[in-house]
């Protein structure tokens, strides 16, 4: 944790970006470490938690971190721990409470009240365009006798 936190300092002081960082460790070793570089990549989704499974991810070649945990400088926000839970990381430990954040301007609590929303009362207009397509896409997926599943 302190590894994280630390990285959360360094790079928030750095002017990477916000001050969140992350490590995922596995038997006992840190194999990947992440900080918030949304301002300085230009990307939303540049948060800590994500720029570490990613890094992970690729040092690993697999697209799986099962066996790993991660480590948070702050409660992890909805995109990050959906992403987490794709990775099917074991475990999450925080630091700071979303509480805490948004008390210093990051608030997520509008995306964890929205998520849950019916799609037509979303902040965000969202239409359903059933197409035959996109169907037969999913078709071939569900007989693709050489896919990967995840």
């Given at each position: 944790m302190r590894h994280a936190v630390r990285l959360s300092a360094e790079r928030m002081r750095e002017g990477a970006g916000g001050p969140f960082g992350a490590v995922i460790v596995k038997?006992?070793?840190?194999?990947a470490e992440g900080w918030n570089k949304?301002?300085?990549?230009?990307?939303?989704?540049?948060?800590?938690?994500?720029?570490?499974?990613?890094?992970?991810?690729?040092?690993?070649?697999?697209?799986?971190?099962?066996?790993?945990?991660?480590?948070?400088?702050?409660?992890?926000?909805?995109?990050?721990?959906?992403?987490?839970?794709?990775?099917?990381?074991?475990?999450?430990?925080?630091?700071?409470?979303?509480?805490?954040?948004?008390?210093?301007?990051?608030?997520?609590?509008?995306?964890?009240?929205?998520?849950?929303k019916p799609i037509e009362e979303r902040s965000i207009q969202t239409k359903h365009l059933a197409m035959p397509e996109a169907k037969a896409v999913f078709a071939e997926w569900r007989s693709k006798p050489d896919k990967i599943e995840y």
């Open positions: 038997d006992g070793k840190v194999i949304v301002t300085s990549s230009n990307d939303p989704t540049a948060h800590a938690e994500v720029v570490a499974i990613r890094d992970a991810c690729k040092k690993l070649g697999t697209f799986s971190l099962e066996g790993c945990e991660i480590y948070a400088s702050c409660e992890p926000c909805p995109m990050c721990l959906a992403a987490i839970y794709w990775a099917r990381i074991d475990r999450i430990y925080f630091g700071n409470t979303r509480e805490e954040a948004a008390a210093i301007g990051f608030d997520d609590e509008f995306l964890y009240r929205e998520i849950p």
